[in-house]
């Protein structure tokens, strides 16, 4: 893994989702954001690239259609993302789908579908940033982060954010965010505000009713209810 430092003694992977007939637009979108950064990084003795499950052909392919700069490696025949928790397998997936039950939020099928697959494909790979440090010839894991923690690199959220229609940025999860706009609106059309409201609606009565625990996408986790309105949280 040594060589992916390419002489310097910082490196920060990010682990890119699925990449089927297309690359994720989420990713890509992260992609489109960091892309220009590398010369302000390199300056700084930090190395950044892409590692992803696909083939390394299909990987070039896809940098070359969306004009990117970035360095891109192939994880394929490797256990590499698994390791960094960014890969799973489809029974571990359809375990989780299957106890989401009609809880799997609108973004995932229009993403799954984007990207050429289904709901089991498209959530066997996460994204993921993780940083390394290389010493005396040893590599050593610093950092790693998935999911909401992304968003340090969605450099379009921190604008959108700014700005007074929330519509424009649809949550839960990491919103809608495409490589181009017919497909943003496409995906923006049918992202209903009222989903958003019921999803989080009834993961806060599953948890009020079950003394803080919930099932589904937030089963095992830590969970603590933060509010303003001076309800009851359960906890």
């Not at 490196?11 to 637009?25: M, R």
């Not at 083939?55 to 700069?69: C, D, H, I, N, V």
Request: net charge negative; glycine share 10%.
């Amino acid at each position: 893994m040594a060589e992916l430092f390419d002489g310097r003694s910082q490196l920060l992977i990010f682990q890119y989702g699925p990449c089927y007939s297309a690359g994720c637009p989420i990713n890509s979108s992260i992609a489109d954001s960091i892309n220009g950064i590398l010369p302000h990084l390199h300056a700084r003795d930090v190395t950044l690239l892409l590692v992803s499950r696909a083939p390394l052909t299909k990987l070039q392919a896809y940098k070359l259609r969306m004009g990117w700069s970035l360095p891109w490696a192939s994880s394929a025949n490797t256990d590499f993302n698994f390791d960094l928790g960014s890969s799973f397998t489809d029974d571990q997936v359809r375990g989780f789908i299957g106890s989401l039950g009609d809880k799997i939020l609108p973004i995932v099928r229009q993403n799954a579908t984007a990207t050429g697959t289904d709901p089991v494909g498209y959530l066997s790979e996460a994204p993921g940033m993780s940083a390394f440090t290389l010493e005396d010839g040893a590599v050593y894991q610093t950092y790693a982060t998935t999911a909401r923690g992304l968003e340090f690199v969605m450099t379009d959220y921190p604008i959108l954010d700014r700005v007074p229609t929330r519509a424009i940025r649809p949550r839960p999860g990491f919103g809608v965010m495409t490589s181009t706009p017919e497909a943003s609106k496409e995906i923006m059309a049918s992202s209903a505000p009222a989903r958003d409201t019921d999803f989080n609606t009834e993961t806060i009565e599953e948890f009020r009713a079950n003394g803080g625990h919930v099932g589904g996408l937030l089963a095992g986790t830590t969970m603590v209810l933060v509010h303003y309105i001076g309800a009851r949280s359960g906890i």
